[in-house]
């Protein structure tokens, strides 16, 4: 059995968390789900965004799936999400980004994955006021995180037979921080000398995604451009409702779907549960369920191209609900 740490989140977070969660025990897998919450609504509920026994059930689980969560404005926390990955060390942002058979985009065959450094840079919330009343934010790219991400990346690319890994900088313009973070990449290549490692500025990579995406396999880049990058290639296959993402780090990993809480449709039944989905696939291939994450994903496949059931985002009619039950029923 295995002990799973699942966090609702709100707005469309637990319709697409129990939808998830119908998938995963459709195959069998032996899972005792340890239900917690964080978000708006708890906070709204006890005055506290994230409850301790959220922090003793990941630290105990290790294995977390999470829907996604609102910070309420103004409670003296930039982000949740954030805060997790801090707190944790989850330094690895990893985004497969793979087109989907019967979606319709202007791309076919996209198949790369984005490995994004997720602790530090300008999303590590460093900032402060001058005397002068202007503003600075700090970027603090250190080596062990550069190191760790690049090695992560390079991993990937070895273990599954890509050839080349694309690492994405503005080392050019900002030569201290960028230049260090590809000079530690160029480092870590010398490892692997059977992968072609290239060497993107980050306003071009942007035009190349757009003309020609087929030419990537692997990207690893830093916090602020892996953000935008992953938003960009979800945009070429169909939106943030078919992409999934994982949150890891060495002892502790949180799978979730990357778009938001959609708080203008929750409790509609409208909601798209394929992201959380084919988040929950990954984490079933972590913990070593190979098998049952490529069933996951054939039946989401069947669904949507054979069988046609699409939700409303995806240009269809289907409910949360019956594009749930129609995925069970392909696994089962």
């Known amino acids: 059995m295995y002990n799973i740490t699942l966090i609702p989140g709100d707005g469309i977070g637990p319709e697409v968390s129990e939808a998830t969660k119908c998938v995963i025990n459709a195959t069998g897998l032996d899972v005792n789900w340890e239900t917690v919450n964080a978000?708006?609504?708890?906070?709204?509920?006890?005055?506290?965004?994230?409850?301790?026994?959220?922090?003793?059930?990941?630290?105990?689980?290790?294995?977390?799936?999470?829907?996604?969560?609102?910070?309420?404005?103004?409670?003296?926390?930039?982000?949740?999400?954030?805060?997790?990955?801090?707190?944790?060390?989850?330094?690895?942002?990893?985004?497969?980004?793979?087109?989907?058979?019967?979606?319709?985009?202007?791309?076919?065959?996209?198949?790369?994955?984005?490995?994004?450094?997720n602790t530090e840079g300008l999303?590590?919330?460093?900032?402060?006021?001058?005397?002068?009343?202007?503003?600075?934010?700090?970027?603090?790219?250190?080596?062990?995180?550069?190191?760790?991400?690049?090695?992560?990346?390079?991993?990937?690319a070895k273990k599954n037979n890509k050839k080349k890994v694309t690492v994405v900088h503005k080392a050019n313009i900002i030569k201290l921080t960028d230049g260090f973070f590809l000079n530690c990449v160029r480092e870590v290549s010398k490892d692997y000398p059977d992968i072609e490692l290239q060497e993107v500025i980050i306003d071009n990579m942007c035009m190349q995604l757009v003309m020609n995406p087929n030419q990537f396999e692997v990207i690893v880049t830093m916090n602020l451009y892996g953000d935008l990058l992953s938003d960009l290639c979800a945009g070429l296959v169909g939106g943030l409702g078919l992409v999934p993402g994982a949150n890891m780090g060495k002892d502790i990993s949180i799978f979730e779907?990357?778009?938001?809480?959609?708080?203008?449709?929750?409790?509609?039944?409208?909601?798209?549960?394929?992201?959380?989905?084919?988040?929950?696939?990954?984490?079933?291939?972590?913990?070593?369920?190979?098998?049952?994450?490529?069933?996951?994903?054939?039946?989401?496949?069947?669904?949507?191209?054979?069988?046609?059931?699409?939700?409303?985002?995806?240009?269809?009619?289907?409910?949360?609900?019956?594009?749930?039950?129609?995925?069970?029923?392909?696994?089962?």
């Open 123 to 156: 999303y590590a919330g460093v900032e402060r006021e001058l005397p002068d009343g202007s503003f600075e934010a700090i970027k603090r790219i250190t080596r062990k995180a550069s190191i760790r991400i690049a090695k992560s990346a390079f991993e990937y």
């Open 257 to 332: 779907a990357v778009h938001g809480s959609a708080p203008d449709i929750a409790g509609k039944n409208l909601a798209n549960p394929i992201a959380l989905i084919l988040s929950s696939a990954m984490m079933l291939n972590h913990i070593g369920e190979t098998n049952k994450a490529e069933i996951i994903v054939k039946a989401v496949m069947k669904t949507i191209f054979e069988d046609r059931v699409l939700t409303q985002d995806l240009g269809g009619k289907a409910t949360t609900t019956e594009i749930t039950e129609a995925i069970i029923k392909n696994i089962i």
């Open 39 to 117: 978000g708006k609504k708890i906070f709204e509920d006890t005055g506290v965004l994230v409850p301790d026994k959220v922090f003793k059930s990941i630290e105990k689980n290790k294995i977390v799936l999470k829907g996604p969560i609102t910070t309420p404005i103004g409670s003296g926390f930039s982000s949740i999400n954030v805060m997790l990955r801090k707190k944790y060390d989850l330094y690895s942002n990893v985004r497969p980004v793979k087109s989907l058979p019967g979606i319709d985009s202007h791309f076919k065959e996209i198949d790369l994955v984005i490995f994004r450094e």
